[in-house]
């Protein structure tokens, strides 16, 4: 099995002309890849589509950059729609990044330079614009490239600082033995599992720094950084322990439009913002993937209130972070709980529940 891994390299020996070419470029880019993405927001486009005549377009890029932001306008459409659903807003480029293939750039070593490490060649952009980037390689870059299982490939993301890279990846074929694990996220316990492990219970202090800090300030990105780096931390935390399989909550629209987003407080809803959960379960997937671990997720639907061993569903169930089922007394911490029910959903497996409807009166759900 093959998985891509991307590095990011430094731009910072780029001089200043070069870097003021590049600029002109980005902004122009995002503006083409927007009329793209008004275009294919309405119709599914497939990129087989993509003739000289369908990219045709008031705009100094070349058309081979302009197919490259068609391509980039139907991959943004495609991955909102399957992340948000019916809840899914139209996405917008910023023009800070640009997507280019081996049609437009190419890499090659560089022989004198001490500063920097390669060439990074952009050409056919238009206007006779062809930039040549100097890159400086760094230890993530290495690791892959040095390993002979990885492939680089002919693809990078550009911004005025940095290049990304991409790698393809050998990891051998999937795990057939080995635990199975439910995990429940929060802000009081990044993972929780179903064996009653729990990981990452000193996040909650990283994003109430996060909240402190000033919106876009720069100890606010330092609080940001630290917490994406304790994120990728737990979840090698959690593949360390050789499962086969990890099952964790769809937490794709969570706030997007939900009832219960308006009915949780001010703060609740900054921490939510500074806790980026997308992230961390990006990063926990993309360590499964690494480690050949099946990765899945369920609706998390009343999880944290419904008992695993009976299947009642109420409300009262959970006081805190101590979960005590009110019909056949079963206690246990309230996100391992959670984890549990997490692993049963996934295997179709929920016993018959009972649902509280109201005082002193219930009902078989």
Not at 21 to 28: F, I, Q, S, T
Not at 168 to 192: H, Y
Not at 198 to 207: L, Q, Y
Not at 325 to 343: I, P, Q, S
Request: proline fraction near 4%.
């Amino acid at each position: 099995m093959r998985v891509v891994r991307s590095t990011r390299c430094s731009l910072a020996e780029m001089t200043r002309s070069k870097r003021q070419m590049l600029r002109g470029v980005l902004p122009e880019y995002g503006r083409v890849v927007n009329h793209f993405i008004d275009q294919f927001w309405t119709r599914k486009w497939s990129k087989k589509e993509l003739t000289k005549e369908n990219i045709a377009f008031d705009t100094w890029l070349s058309a081979r950059l302009r197919k490259v932001a068609a391509r980039e306008a139907i991959d943004m459409v495609a991955a909102t729609r399957e992340r948000d659903g019916r809840w899914a807003h139209k996405p917008v480029h910023k023009g800070k990044r640009m997507h280019v293939s081996s049609t437009i750039a190419s890499m090659s070593p560089s022989k004198d330079a001490r500063e920097f490490d390669a060439w990074l060649h952009l050409s056919s952009m238009g206007r006779g614009t062809v930039l040549d980037l100097p890159v400086r390689f760094h230890r993530h870059y290495h690791k892959f490239a040095r390993d002979p299982t990885c492939r680089r490939l002919e693809s990078y993301v550009v911004t005025e600082d940095t290049v990304q890279l991409a790698f393809e990846v050998e990891v051998g074929e999937p795990r057939r033995e080995g635990p199975e694990f439910g995990v429940d996220t929060g802000i009081n316990t990044l993972a929780a599992l179903s064996d009653g492990t729990r990981f990452g219970t000193d996040i909650k202090p990283m994003v109430e720094r996060i909240k402190r800090c000033a919106p876009g300030s720069s100890g606010q990105r330092r609080a940001r950084r630290a917490l994406h780096q304790r994120m990728a931390e737990v979840a090698k935390e959690v593949t360390s322990l050789n499962p086969r399989l990890v099952v964790t909550e769809d937490l794709t629209l969570l706030s997007h439009g939900r009832r219960t987003h308006h009915r949780v407080s001010k703060n609740m809803r900054r921490s939510l913002g500074a806790w980026t959960y997308r992230d961390w379960l990006d990063r926990l997937r993309q360590a499964c993937e690494v480690d050949r671990v099946r990765f899945e997720s369920v609706p998390p639907a009343y999880t944290s209130q419904r008992c695993h061993v009976c299947g009642h569903t109420e409300r009262g169930n959970r006081k805190g972070e101590v979960f005590c089922c009110r019909a056949c007394g079963h206690t246990d911490n309230a996100d391992v709980n959670a984890a549990k029910n997490l692993l049963i959903r996934f295997w179709g497996r929920e016993p018959h529940p009972t649902r509280a409807y109201g005082p002193g009166f219930e009902r078989e759900a």
